[in-house]
């Protein structure tokens, strides 16, 4: 009797499993173009990045990322107004109105998981 109700078991799990959907291949989102950043904290001197976020939130949002060796947040992006003493909407304007430079790449990330910067 237990043996012929495990087996009924059996075969009915074997009827669901084989009608429930699998994963596919197909994208149910979109992705988001990310942005990267490496740089040298100020504060700590610490070699930091490659951070990545969104670039939506650098272009209309607000972007903070944490040092790893102080643990200071800083402010890459305020497009919202929130920061009063930020001056410029992001990182690449505040830095530009100091006159210090900007470099602009593309990165990528090879088999290794290395990145690398292409001018």
């Not at 979109?30 to 951070?51: A, M, N």
């Given at each position: 009797m237990l043996r012929s109700t495990i087996t009924a078991l059996y075969r009915a799990s074997r009827g669901i499993s084989q009608t429930v959907p699998?994963?596919?291949?197909?994208?149910?989102?979109?992705?988001?173009?990310?942005?990267?950043?490496?740089?040298?904290?100020?504060?700590?001197?610490?070699?930091?990045?490659?951070?990545?976020?969104?670039?939506?939130?650098?272009?209309?949002g607000v972007v903070i990322v944490t040092c790893t060796g102080c643990h200071n947040h800083h402010i890459i992006a305020d497009n919202i107004g929130w920061f009063e003493d930020f001056k410029g909407k992001n990182i690449e304007d505040h830095l530009k109105s100091k006159g210090e430079a900007v470099k602009r790449g593309t990165t990528t990330r090879n088999e290794d998981g290395i990145f690398e910067i292409q001018k």
């Open positions: 699998r994963f596919s291949a197909t994208a149910i989102g979109k992705q988001e173009p990310q942005l990267s950043l490496s740089y040298t904290c100020k504060v700590c001197g610490t070699r930091q990045g490659p951070k990545t976020f969104a670039k939506s939130s650098y272009d209309k």
